[in-house]
């Protein structure tokens, strides 16, 4: 029912919104389905979002103001585009800066591999 | 790629409308995403009904109303957050209100302000999983942090150059405020602070992106900050 593939589930839960927000700052509106394909392509089929996952994220971000959203109609079929706010595009670069210092926490902690270019030069004009 | 004709839509639609989903824009897309995987199967060479069999499959209609109601609570809980903040203020916090704030006759030692103004502040406050995480601010590295009450600065500390400083405010009424994640610290231990006053700047690393953590205690014990502020209560 979740992202999830190769990945557990509880590693990417805190991810999707960061993902959704950037993809939709790199393309003008996309579409549910549109979502799940390309972060399939993105992530060369490791990371698989499922609509259970998916489409509550977008209603709740929506509803949050970070969204908008247009339906455009195919014959019988209704597509919901979605596009980002401009306070959708502060918080997406927020939650990708954020991830990206997490992402160097967490390689410190676990391979005691100091980021050399900033960790050690800020030590030492200390 | 091929579209579905109206008659293979229509097909799906009759199967759906067995059951009923609440909230028709989900319908539609929860549809729309149907036939898109149903597209796709088609695509890779199988016939209609073999591709809905694997479309339904991937996404079983259960989960349909499973995900309505996911939807809706989602959707209801971002509003509450969004359109009403105070929600959260329990009972316990309005007595709290009413011993501090008029009970004291002073509404300046009261944390009734955000330490990062609003205008600084570059997300929505992060809430942790308990009281004693208090709140995280993310803002743009090097704003300013205003003392949310009057009172008397209690102990500063330097945790490094990853964290930064932390200093404690003690206030009247036993509340203490705390606030992590400082660089510059423009007051010293011991002096008297104003409700409003700059305390110092949040340190900045390289991406400009810099952390807050606020909290607040009375008498020891950890306190939700949200129940003491409005997040509208910045008005200079």
Not at chain 2, 49 to 65: G, I, R
Not at chain 2, 133 to 139: A, I
């Amino acid at each position: 029912m979740y992202i999830c593939f190769m990945y557990s589930k509880e590693l990417l839960k805190g991810t999707l919104q960061t993902i959704i927000l950037k993809l939709l700052t790199e393309h003008p509106k996309m579409y549910g389905y549109e979502i799940t394909q390309k972060v399939k392509e993105l992530s060369a089929g490791k990371i698989a979002i499922t609509e259970g996952a998916l489409y509550p994220t977008l209603h709740k971000m929506e509803a949050e103001g970070l969204l908008l959203t247009e339906t455009v109609h195919l014959g019988k079929r209704v597509r919901k585009y979605y596009s980002i706010t401009p306070q959708g595009n502060t918080r997406a670069t927020a939650l990708v800066e954020e991830f990206n210092e997490f992402v160097q926490t967490m390689r410190t902690v676990l391979f005691n591999k100091l980021n050399l270019e900033h960790g050690n030069a800020e030590r030492e004009s200390n | 790629m091929e579209m579905l004709n109206e008659n293979q839509i229509e097909q799906i639609l009759r199967d759906f409308q067995a059951r009923d989903l609440k909230d028709p824009s989900l319908q539609d897309e929860v549809l729309d995403h149907l036939a898109c995987l149903i597209e796709e199967a088609m695509q890779e060479g199988s016939n209609f009904s073999d591709a809905y069999a694997k479309a339904q499959k991937e996404f079983p209609s259960e989960s349909y109303t499973q995900l309505a109601e996911q939807c809706v609570e989602a959707k209801e809980k971002a509003q509450r957050k969004h359109n009403f903040p105070w929600f959260a203020l329990s009972s316990v916090a309005s007595i709290l209100f009413f011993i501090f704030f008029i009970g004291d006759g002073n509404a300046q030692s009261y944390p009734g302000i955000q330490p990062i103004p609003q205008d600084t502040q570059v997300a929505l406050p992060e809430i942790g999983v308990s009281d004693s995480d208090g709140v995280l601010f993310r803002v743009r590295g090097n704003s300013p942090v205003h003392a949310t009450a009057r009172g008397i600065v209690l102990e500063i500390q330097n945790l490094g150059p990853d964290i930064g400083c932390t200093l404690l405010i003690q206030h009247s009424n036993h509340i203490q405020t705390q606030y992590i994640g400082l660089n510059q610290i423009l007051v010293s231990k011991g002096e008297n602070v104003e409700q409003g006053q700059c305390l110092g700047k949040v340190l900045s690393p390289r991406n400009n992106i810099g952390y807050l953590r606020y909290r607040v205690t009375w008498e020891g014990q950890a306190m939700d900050p949200r129940n003491f502020y409005s997040e509208n209560t910045w008005a200079d």
